[in-house]
């Protein structure tokens, strides 16, 4: 298997070369990433809870799916073929925003990413991945936004961003 490789940026989104994946986060390196919201025609949101054998926030619940543009590829492709893998979705898929954040983990990797927010719809049950999906649900973003505020462990650091900037 070979090794993944994520797109080096600065804050404007300039491509700066490309990394492997584990180095760059055990550096803290800025990355290119993106993040998918899907909703269904009930105005709930899908979340996905990660695998519990993640490298960092195992069996923490999020969007979903998120991941890493590869070299070369546009996040538009890039998230679709993600949503894929993890979650067995297809849609149509809209870059909404994007974010830069920063945290750091327990185990000594660093999340720096700059992280694009895409959007989509979907009344289909995911097919999940269990090497990438423990479980998932369909939400109402009023009580996601409660669970959040009362129980912000339970969700990943990316995902709280996104309910704190209001891209949720």
């Not at 990355?31 to 899908?46: D, Q, T, W």
């Not at 070369?72 to 909404?96: D, F, H, P, Y």
């Amino acid at each position: 298997m070979s090794l993944e490789h994520v797109i080096l940026v600065d804050e404007y989104d300039t491509e700066l070369g490309t990394m492997e994946k584990m180095e760059a986060h055990l550096k803290g390196e800025l990355h290119r990433a993106f993040s998918v919201i899907i909703m269904n025609g009930k105005g709930e949101m899908l979340l996905q809870q990660r695998a519990l054998h993640k490298y960092h926030s195992g069996g923490l619940w999020t969007n979903a799916c998120c991941s890493h543009p590869r070299p070369g590829e546009s996040i538009i492709t890039a998230a679709n073929r993600r949503l894929q893998e993890e979650m067995g979705l297809k849609t149509v898929l809209q870059i909404k925003s994007h974010f830069i954040y920063k945290a750091s983990f327990e185990n000594g990797l660093t999340e720096h990413e700059l992280d694009y927010v895409l959007v989509g719809n979907s009344d289909l049950e995911p097919l999940i991945n269990p090497d990438e999906v423990n479980d998932f649900k369909w939400i109402a973003i009023d009580t996601l936004k409660m669970s959040i505020v009362s129980y912000p462990e339970l969700y990943t650091v990316w995902f709280r961003e996104l309910f704190h900037r209001n891209l949720l």
